[in-house]
């Protein structure tokens, strides 16, 4: 179990630390420009490709479904999640009210943690006290989850005219991406779960959850203080996105050579 656990926060750190421009999951120029030529169904488009590479999302959704075998608490807990997001993504880009994107998404991370803390039975196991009522902690987490979208979705030249239409067509895009992920998770976990190895494996799963939030919530920070006190870094702004530019430049490069031998 702990080499499973070893070999997984590896491979997890080694993911993150050589991804840190799809860790963000932000907009892209690309994405951005297609939204300027584009209709609705761009922001359709955009929405569900979103929810589908947001792991810090896909990662607290598979937390909350994990343990669920009926039918009736998966779409419980799923739409308490679905609302949550759902209000302030609309409402907080309606309302233009946005912050950090690299600390909200520093707060989805611990969400991840905090799911699979849950799953493990940390709350009477190791604090001694009962889980706080999940119906509504998925639901606070939803709200902050949709924050987060919205805080993406405000990057996008959404202009006056039709605005409530793109956003809405966004918000329709992650409820699509949502159940397409829903879907393969549940499959796959109903299909482990005949298995002999599920009991033995899903407190590793959830200690995963935990680590993977925490190595999601360290890089968050990171991008954070990058951000907001660049002089701290010993070198200005302009030279430690040089320094990036030159490290992304060199991985590129050796993997290029590597391609060719």
């Known amino acids: 179990m702990l080499k499973f656990l070893a070999g997984l926060s590896l491979a997890l750190l080694s993911i993150i630390l050589l991804s840190s421009d799809v860790l963000a999951h932000g907009i892209s120029d690309a994405d951005k420009l297609a939204m300027l030529q584009g209709g609705y169904l761009r922001y359709l488009w955009l929405g569900a490709t979103h929810m589908l590479t947001g792991y810090d999302h896909i990662l607290f959704i598979f937390g909350v479904i994990f343990f669920l075998t ?78 987060g979208l919205s805080t993406r979705l405000q990057q996008l030249p959404l202009g006056d005219h039709g605005i409530i239409f793109r956003i809405l067509s ?48 360290l890089m968050q920070m990171h991008g954070f203080m990058h951000t907001a006190y660049p002089d701290d870094f010993g070198f200005s702004r302009d030279n430690h996105s040089h320094v990036h530019q030159e490290m992304k430049a060199a991985e590129e490069a050796a993997s290029g050579h590597h391609d060719s031998l």
């Open 170 to 217: 966004f918000n329709a895009g992650v409820e699509i991406g949502q159940v397409i992920a829903l879907l393969i998770m549940l499959l796959f976990i109903s299909q482990w779960r005949k298995t002999a190895s599920f009991k033995q494996f899903s407190t590793v799963s959830n200690h995963g959850l935990i680590i993977a939030g925490v190595f999601l919530f």
């Open 70 to 147: 009926g039918f009736k608490d998966v779409v419980k807990y799923i739409t308490a999640f679905t609302v949550g997001h759902s209000i302030t993504l609309i409402f907080a880009t309606i309302l233009k009210i946005t912050a950090n994107y690299y600390l909200v998404d520093a707060v989805i991370a611990l969400s991840v943690c905090y799911k699979g803390f849950e799953n493990i039975a940390g709350f009477p196991r190791y604090l001694g006290t009962k889980s706080p009522n999940l119906l509504a902690v998925i639901f606070g987490f939803g709200l902050i989850h949709g924050f």
